[in-house]
């Protein structure tokens, strides 16, 4: 199979998110406070029984799995997954947790029931494709549900972004311009709902349906 990525820019990825892992959590305590109701809205989303969580991190969603569901979370950084499998461990969870590239999923077709990203494809090196892969290992008629940050409509405060995403992107992984909605029309998902949830837009819930 040719996987026709662009392998520089996911392993820089990868680099660094290895880099910032000891201190993700911290970095984002305070957004946190803001993020804790989105995540439990994503989660009540969700149909089982079996989900894959894309982009796992450090394992900020586990507060949050709903009982019964068997969750798979995967992540492109090991030094991340660590940490998921610590926090998993201190909660007694049963989760299995993988590194892996959600722009090559090592699953077959129509594996989950649901999949579920939050604030992952600010950071896929080619989103697209990842959310072909989502779609790919979710069964016909599941729900993949998503919590992105995404370029601001206002044409000044997205110019703006546009502006600053080279910056951010290098220091911190994540791309602040991002438009998902679109790129999830593209991967021909169909949108079943799109929330703004905060920052005039800025933070959107996404549930399409494969």
Known sequence: ?????????TMATRARYNRIAPLYDFMETLAERRYRNWRQRVWSLVEGPKVLEVGVGTGKNMPYYPPGVQVTGVDL?????????????????????????????????????????????????????????????????????????????????GRLMDLLDPLVARLMGPHINRETVENVRRAGLTLERVEDVGMGGIFKLIVAKI
């Open 1 to 9: 199979m040719v996987l026709n990525i662009n392998v520089k820019e």
């Open 77 to 157: 950084s090991e030094k991340m997954l660590l940490r998921a499998r610590r926090r998993a461990e201190r909660m007694g969870l049963s989760v299995a947790l993988l590194q892996m590239d959600a722009q090559v999923l090592d699953f077959p077709d129509d594996t989950f029931d649901s999949a579920v990203a939050t604030f992952v494809f600010c950071s896929v090196p080619d989103p697209v494709r990842g959310l072909r892969e989502m779609a790919r290992v979710v069964r016909p008629g599941g729900r993949i549900v998503l919590l992105e940050h995404v370029r601001a409509e206002h044409p000044l405060l």
